[in-house]
């Protein structure tokens, strides 16, 4: 992998690899990916072929929606320019994510709402007689479906992590804390002493998600 002084680029050129990156513009050679076929990728390539094909079994009055409101939803491009989604894109990104976190499927596109501020302030991580506590403070009611999102366990120094899988949804919380222990333990089993825990929430109401909110903490003995 080396950096490039160039206009950006994003894709395949013959056996180089041209992307975006937080350090510049980089190129790789190209390399094809393993596919373990894991039951989350799966899980997850099911859901695309079935909302792909329920596309087809709109009616047109629904498709005309779903590219008006496409067309007024700017999305963010791989190389910082924002653009609208065709009406097709905008349903299948939308609903392949709900299906990803086990909601139903619209037929018809929901409004944007306004989000309220991710209320998540601070991650506590600890451990207390051998029993792994995990849990997020919040300020105020989260909104219904806020998903949890963690990486694995890594080193203290690590600042920069990019694989969030889905853990589950936040639970209601008690006395200001809601306890992700269980979500947590059940992907990646009890953290050791000493590791880095990161953790994203993010919003979810109507099909719509608010940009992620990342919270850290080094897991420590109490």
Known sequence: MSKRISVPESGK????????????QVQRQLTVPRDPRAPGQLACRSNMAYVAN??????????????????DSAVM???????????????VRMNVARMDIGLSVFDLPPALPA???N?????????????S??????????????????ARPCSPGVRCVQHFPFLGFLPAPVDGWCDITDLFVKRYGAPPIGRAIFIRTRQHV??????????????RAA
């Open 77 to 91: 491009g791989f190389l910082g320019r924002s653009t609208s989604l065709p009406g097709y894109n905008l349903y």
């Open 115 to 117: 989000f309220s501020p």
């Open 13 to 24: 050129v013959g056996p180089f690899v041209n992307l975006s990156t937080r350090y510049g």
């Open 54 to 71: 329920h596309w087809q079994f709109l009616t047109d009055p629904q498709r005309t929606a779903w590219d008006l409101i496409g067309a």
């Open 133 to 150: 506590q995990l849990k997020l403070h919040v300020l105020s009611e989260p909104a219904e479906h806020t998903l949890v999102l963690g």
């Open 206 to 219: 109507n099909g719509w998600s608010d940009p992620p909110k990342q919270v850290r903490a080094v897991f």
């Open 119 to 131: 209320p998540v302030a601070e991650l506590l991580a600890t451990s207390e007689g051998g029993a």
